[in-house]
């Protein structure tokens, strides 16, 4: 795959966020204030999340009450809902400046700039089965190697957990079917995932990033014919009426969304070591990250199929021939990601991830 796939292909304007502070880089993850429950002093965080807030209604408990009932009221949560603070390519430097405590980061529109974070894992037809395990995954990874809290520490960024919104399919605005690669013919879509790019020129359909706030219009005029993405996608942006067809890829499409909370590293290394833990009790190991936020994505996509069903749209399972026709062309450029992350940082740090991924995947799955 060229280079400048990586570099064109992001939707995500990443160039203003390039700029980092030295200050925020290095070992500063690791430094944090005098740990003493004494300490009266209370945090205002502000949390920016780039989704809806019916989306994960539960979030608001978990920073609102939780959170502040387990740091005996030391920290207090204001929310900022769809964007309206940052939109998803400013999360990055809004942490880093401030702007935002804590944000969530939908990792595919970040893999120009933490491609060991955000693009390894997701990688089309791994072999993710389900939204905990994903997310235990990645908590792993994170723990084995430092590369992985370098680079979003290079951001001014600490990664506190992640959470996967649901596997990807196929979706369009038509009814002639679709079932193996070649029935894209002379269609225009929305992969949201570089490593289809290849796929569709192969034959001889198009491949368009639009960013999901204008992708009702792109829809809605025809200048696109659909996308790759969640069942939940359609609600979060109020596509479902549009939608007349699904493909479902099965097991093959599983759990390829992250998503990963993040927080401003400043304010983590300001923060007493109680409350550092005390935010990591609530939010990852109360399950916060792993089955909070996925549970509400979940409702919302079930709820999509329904009217899917209701609507009469052509839904298609594929079977597993079908299935291994899409993954017989996507799993050999697994590779050609994986040698130009090395190329671009320099190292094989992206190899090391990628065979990992697969030797726990073979732990836990066989």
Avoid at 1 to 9: E, F, I, Q, T
Avoid at 110 to 139: K, S
Avoid at 232 to 250: R, V, Y
Avoid at 261 to 273: D, G, I, R
Wanted: glycine share 8%; net charge negative; aromatic share 10%.
């Amino acid at each position: 795959m060229k280079k400048k796939l990586l570099r064109s292909g992001c939707f995500v304007i990443a160039v203003s966020m390039l700029v980092i502070l030295a200050a925020a880089c290095g070992d500063n993850e690791n430094q944090t204030t005098t740990d003493t429950a004494s300490d009266d002093r209370t945090w205002e965080f502000t949390i920016a999340m780039t989704h809806a807030e019916i989306v994960s209604p539960n979030w608001h408990r978990v920073f609102g009450s939780e959170l502040y009932e387990q740091s005996g009221g030391r920290i207090n949560s204001t929310f900022y809902w769809a964007g309206s603070l940052l939109t998803i390519p400013e999360v990055p430097r809004g942490l880093q400046v401030g702007t935002a405590t804590i944000a969530n980061m939908p990792s595919p529109n970040y893999v120009d700039i933490l491609p060991l974070n955000t693009r390894i894992l997701q990688l089309p037809f791994i072999g993710l089965r389900d939204a905990i395990t994903t997310a235990e995954i990645y908590m792993q990874l994170l723990n084995e190697f430092p590369e992985m809290r370098e680079e979003m520490a290079q951001m001014g960024i600490i990664p506190l957990g992640a959470t996967p919104l649901g596997r990807y399919d196929l979706k369009l605005i038509d009814t002639n079917p679709v079932r193996v690669p070649s029935d894209l013919a002379g269609r225009q879509i929305v992969p949201y995932k570089l490593e289809f790019l290849p796929l569709l020129e192969t034959y001889n359909a198009a491949g368009s990033f639009i960013p999901p706030g204008q992708i009702f219009e792109a829809l809605e005029r025809g200048v696109v014919d659909g996308y790759i993405a969640t069942w939940a996608f359609a609600g979060f942006f109020g596509l479902t009426d549009l939608i007349h067809q699904h493909i479902d890829f099965g097991q093959w499409g599983a759990f390829q969304e992250v998503n990963i909370f993040a927080m401003s590293l400043a304010t983590w290394n300001e923060l007493p070591e109680y409350l550092q833990n005390t935010i990591m009790d609530v939010l990852w190991y109360d399950g916060g990250f792993r089955d909070i936020y996925y549970g509400d994505t979940a409702v919302l996509a079930q709820a999509q199929r329904d009217i899917a069903t209701e609507k009469g749209d052509l839904i298609i399972t594929l079977t597993q021939e079908e299935m291994d026709v899409w993954a017989s062309y996507i799993l050999p450029l697994h590779q050609q990601t994986i040698d130009e992350i090395n190329d671009l940082r320099g190292d094989d740090v992206a190899q090391r991830i990628y065979n990992r991924i697969l030797e726990i995947l073979g732990e836990r799955f066989g």
